[in-house]
């Protein structure tokens, strides 16, 4: 069955520390790796997207990386801001037309 | 604005009213998603158009929900007879597909249903 799993569920960092979010999955055939960030109330808005042949990924603070054996991929912030605080969502595309969600982490940044 | 549009955001209906949502993609876009999303879940996948061919819905779509994309720009969905479990942010999304490869997809803001 084709699943994605992340965790954790939630997280709560203080504002500074960095923080790194995990996505296990199990579909097949693999096209590519996504991670998105929905802010409360909004649509999400993509970060990285990661073929099979890419193993990190970076976009300013935010830094994800695949492993393709072991169907896993992080997300890494650095330096976290309070604006960090959302929904992560790791996104997995079996094939061209096909898109698998995670249920998201949901990072909460503190003064 | 050259993002994914949605309208309206937010829309409040007594159970067993008929709702529409309306999504208006990026303009050289050819594919339109659908998903719900309830909280602290991620979306779940309702149906897709190739421009104005409905091509996959997914089982959680029953019969009191309907889409369209009539020419191949803007889509409805639209949710018969209403009840208090469709309560959910729905969204769209779009992106370009050539060929056998689908590229970015893009997400509207939603529109956040409320049943009651």
């Known amino acids: 069955k084709n699943q994605v799993e992340q965790s954790p569920q939630s997280l709560i960092i203080l504002e500074g520390k960095n923080c790194t979010l995990q996505c296990n999955y199990t579909v097949s055939p693999f096209s590519n790796l996504r991670w998105y960030k929905q802010d409360t109330g909004r649509g999400p808005v993509s970060l990285t997207i990661m073929t099979f042949s890419e193993n990190t990924k970076s976009n300013g603070r935010y830094t994800a990386t695949l492993d393709a054996d072991t169907k896993q991929s992080s997300l890494h912030i650095t330096a976290s801001q309070l604006s960090d605080s959302a929904s992560y969502i790791c996104?997995?595309?079996?094939?061209?037309?096909?898109?698998?969600f995670g249920s998201g982490t949901k990072l909460n940044v503190k003064p | 604005d050259t993002g994914v549009s949605q309208d309206p955001r937010h829309k409040i209906t007594k159970r067993g009213q008929n709702v529409t949502f309306r999504c208006d993609p990026i303009s050289e876009h050819n594919r339109l998603y659908w998903y719900r999303q309830t909280l602290g879940q991620g979306p779940e996948f309702l149906t897709y158009?190739?421009?104005?061919?409905?091509?996959?819905k997914s089982r959680l779509l029953s019969d009191r929900f309907s889409a369209e994309r009539p020419k191949g720009s803007f889509s409805t969905l639209e949710i018969q007879r209403t009840e208090q479990g469709d309560s959910a942010m729905y969204l769209c999304a779009s992106s370009l597909s050539v060929g056998s490869s689908s590229y970015e997809q893009y997400f509207g803001p939603g529109t956040r249903l409320t049943v009651t």
């Open positions: 158009f190739q421009n104005e061919a409905q091509l996959e």
């Open positions: 996104v997995v595309s079996g094939n061209f037309n096909k898109f698998y």
